[in-house]
């Protein structure tokens, strides 16, 4: 049994929380000056095209941290709590909200307190709701988040809302205006039927899509097959290719999902890697065996740097065993190294990853730019409890190298 005693209640979102190189290789480093500070000069307004569709969860996060996870039928105490919005959509488009983005969010709450409570936090970051639907009955989804600060892990036990959301719940009109002038949708794969009917359109308008593959799950294989660009998790290559190798499973990805341009593996504190594919054939470059090229470069990376980096490859056909060859080129980003007195909390640092993408993408950002600066916002999040408590506005002294 798992107890959390001697706690004052707290309101909904009351944000209160009670405590006890070589030729062939280019690079990119951002490094924070030390004169950086609020009064530092604005960045530059966010890109003219900047709106972002998303297509997914929006729920209330109870955030209870622990010094060490329970053992069966044990009773603990919790050393903080936080009741904040969540959700791999709603925390995405919030991030991208606070970027500098127009964010629209498709998504289901019921008309409960929690509800209601998930629109007014949305709205105060700016994230337009007038595209969710609110269910007269039934319950808003929620998940309980434990923190461990001994293994600086977290647990998630969700709650899934009900009714679900269905297409007859979003009319046509409804979309055409939620998809009016975006310059890219973004789906994390929750809500499939609705979302494979957004992306359809978004794909017939030539919208570019951005899929979150988390996990396996119902409907993501027709998302994917539309599919501009993918961000996924480490476990995710093996799942869905069966190839053991990551980096060979990346390229198992882009051979069979031909409209695919880039995929980008999120591996934690060891950073990411990700393949773009070439525009044309690299029909005079010799073969380059993928796994060896990411040895390379991780061996090029600077290791003692504490800030995030990237470090690429020229193009190159990138020769996967067993699996085939692509022209492309690839990429290893570096995480920042988060002292351990000030790493909280990893809830969202996915989310916040990919709302720095979608920024990055309608910025025009170069991959070796992009990479570290979706690093750093997602560092940015990870000093504070929750997923979105951390996550940095554009007007960040941290984010200004990258938005100049």
């Not at 949305?122 to 808003?140: A, P």
């Not at 991780?298 to 990138?318: Q, W």
Request: glycine share 8%; proline share 7%; with cysteine.
């Amino acid at each position: 049994m798992l107890c959390f005693t001697h706690l004052t209640p707290l309101p909904l979102f009351s944000g209160v929380s009670l405590q006890s190189s070589r030729r062939q290789f280019t690079s990119f480093r951002t490094r924070m000056s030390s004169s950086s500070s609020i009064g530092s000069a604005p960045p530059p307004p966010p890109p003219d095209n900047g709106i972002v569709l998303g297509c997914g969860g929006t729920t209330v996060d109870f955030l209870a941290t622990v010094d060490s996870y329970p053992k069966p039928d044990d009773k603990i105490r919790s050393t903080s709590l936080k009741v904040q919005g969540g959700g791999n959509a709603g925390n995405a488009l919030t991030c991208a909200a606070r970027l500098g983005l127009t964010s629209r969010l498709i998504s289901k709450v019921a008309n409960d307190s929690q509800g209601m409570g998930i629109l007014e936090e949305l709205e105060s970051d700016g994230v337009d709701t007038s595209f969710l639907v609110v269910s007269k009955e039934g319950n808003t989804p929620f998940t309980y988040v434990i923190v461990d600060k001994q293994t600086k892990t977290r647990t998630c036990i969700h709650t899934p809302g009900y009714p679900p959301m269905v297409p007859a719940d979003l009319s046509q009109s409804s979309m055409l205006s939620a998809l009016d002038r975006a310059s890219i949708a973004y789906f994390d794969v929750r809500l499939h039927e609705t979302a494979l009917v957004i992306a359809k359109e978004a794909s017939r308008k030539k919208i570019p899509i951005l899929v979150d593959a988390e996990k396996k799950r119902d409907g993501l294989d027709d998302l994917l097959q539309l599919a501009d660009y993918i961000v996924c998790t480490a476990k995710f290559p093996h799942a869905w290719t069966e190839v053991s190798s990551i980096p060979c499973a990346l390229v198992s990805m882009l051979l069979r999902l031909p409209k695919l341009k880039f995929v980008i593996v999120t591996l934690g504190e060891e950073g990411c890697l990700m393949i773009q594919r070439a525009s044309t054939e690299a029909s005079e470059s010799k073969e380059t065996d993928i796994e060896n090229l990411v040895e390379t470069l991780k061996h090029r990376a600077d290791s003692t740097a504490t800030f995030s980096t990237c470090v690429s490859s020229e193009t190159a056909k990138l020769k996967a065993n067993g699996v085939g060859t692509l022209s492309g080129r690839l990429f290893f980003g570096t995480a920042e190294k988060i002292p351990p007195e000030e790493l909280v909390d990893t809830t969202g640092a996915g989310d916040a990853f990919i709302g720095a993408v979608l920024y990055a993408l309608c910025a025009g950002m170069p991959p070796e730019k992009m990479l570290p600066f979706a690093a750093q916002v997602a560092a940015c999040n990870c000093r504070a409890l929750g997923a979105r408590t951390g996550l940095p506005h554009r007007t960040d002294p941290r984010l200004v190298p990258f938005l100049v």
